[in-house]
């Protein structure tokens, strides 16, 4: 019997005057891992938010375990046994991680008093079941972005979830974390729950998924076993007729040393308050004009600290951040060009409109005289949303956007500017593979006119795809930069990942780079 089932979803946004669902269907059994996948705008995400009740649709129906049911909230979803882990992790940064697990179900005394020991002793019960290994007192705001999605699967087993649903679950972690989550799914589907995945990585689903829908233009485009579809022939039916794979590799050109220097970080230190060693310790390079130098680490290693003190979101306990031979100014303005990996608190206003979102860092240009200008807004609006193929309107609120949407408003606008000095943190992160191809193009033209960029990137294939040069953080430390070539690959950047002269497990290892490369262990 189907554990879900969906049939002829639809969902019809009349603001944006998009469908987003067009009787759209969806079938995952019992004790399944089952893929969703399909370029930007499929529909994916709004079928999964339909299934727990961020949405309503306008027609169709939901079984659940061969009953039809009704999901008006998360709520209720939670009560069906319904749980969604979002791109986004919704982690309270003050609260403990037991506390944050037990949160709006917390064990009491005398029927009021949060019974701290009790969450704890129910905190460790649960992760040691399940493999986990994340320390109950540990802060949200001082977890890495796989111990949050860790932290958010506890969260849904605490509640006794039995379909667990994942929106694009390995979009910024490495290839350890990998790892380590597909074991975990392995485990709960072992145990007899239902993992849908939402994920534009057509390798990890042969590496993950025992079965795949693909969605186009909000239809359900095919429902496959996914050991009897290749990765070409998947991305085919995602893109509609035409493969897209973004090159491995880009032209090289000679770095000539006479190019001046754009940005420099000289022997950088950064501690966290309470920590036993630096995130950030003697970090020192340099970035010339018309270079992309890119930087990877697993998680917990120093990268994004590294990404902050670049930004000047956070100063360094010791050393210098130079721009242009200056200390790197308070308010970055239009002298840094920044996509960041948290693309929604950090990147955008998710209440404002698209218009006012990619107008915001450019108040000469839109608010001449301190007067705004909302012809030149819309007018830029327009453009951008032309140009980086952008599905909403100028007016329409930034929020309702999907993921890869918000994405390119953001590129929009931070490119906009023609900066010096650009950072980009994940780039492609929940973009598919037509829109990755995109970007990646917007970034070497970038290149092309004389930018220095700074590339933070969880991918090994992104950053061997982009950059000149290549350096790895290991435990805050930057372990050496090399020139980009076909000697350098993603073992050897792995293993300088791992840190080099410490002792690997091979067969971990080389599970790891199976996994990340589409094959079943």
Known sequence: MPSVSMKGISKYYGASSILANDCADLLVRDGEIHAIVGENGAGKSTLMKILYGLERPDSGRIN?????????????????????????????????????????????????????????????????????????????????????????ILKLLYRKAQVLVLDEPTAVLAEEEVFSLFA???????????????????????????????????????????????????ATLMMGGQSFAPALRTPRRPRPEDVSVVFEAQDLRYVLRGAARPAVDGVSFSLRRGEVLGICALAGNGLAELEDLATGFRRPSSGRVLLDGRRLPRRRGKAIGYVPQDRLRRGASLHSSVQENLAALDRDAFFPHGIRSVHRMVSFAEAAIRGYDIAATPEQRLGSLSGGSIQKVILARELN?????????????????????????????????????????????????????????????????????????????????????????????????????????
Not at 132 to 149: C, I, K, N, T, Y
Not at 186 to 214: F, M, N, P, Q, Y
Not at 450 to 477: C, H, N, P, Q, T
Request: glycine letters at 12%; charged letters at 25%.
């Open 64 to 152: 659940l375990g061969g009953r039809e049911v009704h999901v008006r909230s998360p709520a209720e979803a939670a009560l069906l046994g319904i749980g969604m882990v979002q791109q986004h992790a919704e982690i309270v940064d003050e609260f403990s991680a037991a506390e944050n697990v037990v949160l709006c179900a917390e064990p009491r005394r005398f029927g009021f008093v949060l019974d701290r020991r009790a969450a704890r002793a129910r905190f460790a019960g649960l992760a040691a079941d399940n493999g986990f290994s994340l320390d109950p007192d540990a802060l949200g705001s001082g977890l890495s972005v796989g111990e949050r999605q860790e932290l958010e």
């Open 184 to 234: 975990t799914l392995r485990r709960l589907a072992a145990s007899g729950r239902t993992i849908i995945i939402i994920t534009h990585k057509v390798r990890e689903v042969r590496a993950i998924a025992d079965s795949v829908t693909v969605m186009r233009h909000g239809k359900t485009l095919s429902r496959l076993a996914a050991g009897d579809v290749g990765e070409e022939e998947l």
């Open 417 to 521: 500017g023609n900066a010096d000095f650009l950072v980009f943190s994940n780039p492609t992160w929940g973009l598919d593979i037509a829109s990755t191809e995109f970007v990646y193009e917007r970034i070497l033209a970038a290149r092309e006119r004389g930018a220095a960029i700074l590339l933070v990137s969880s991918s090994l294939d992104e950053v061997l795809a982009l950059s000149d040069r290549v350096g790895v953080m290991s435990r805050g430390r930057l372990a050496g930069i090399e020139e980009n070539g076909p000697t350098l690959d993603r073992a050897h950047l792995g293993k300088a990942m791992l840190g080099a002269g410490h002792a690997v497990d091979s067969r971990r290892a080389h599970a790891g780079r199976g996994l990340a490369m589409g094959r079943k262990p």
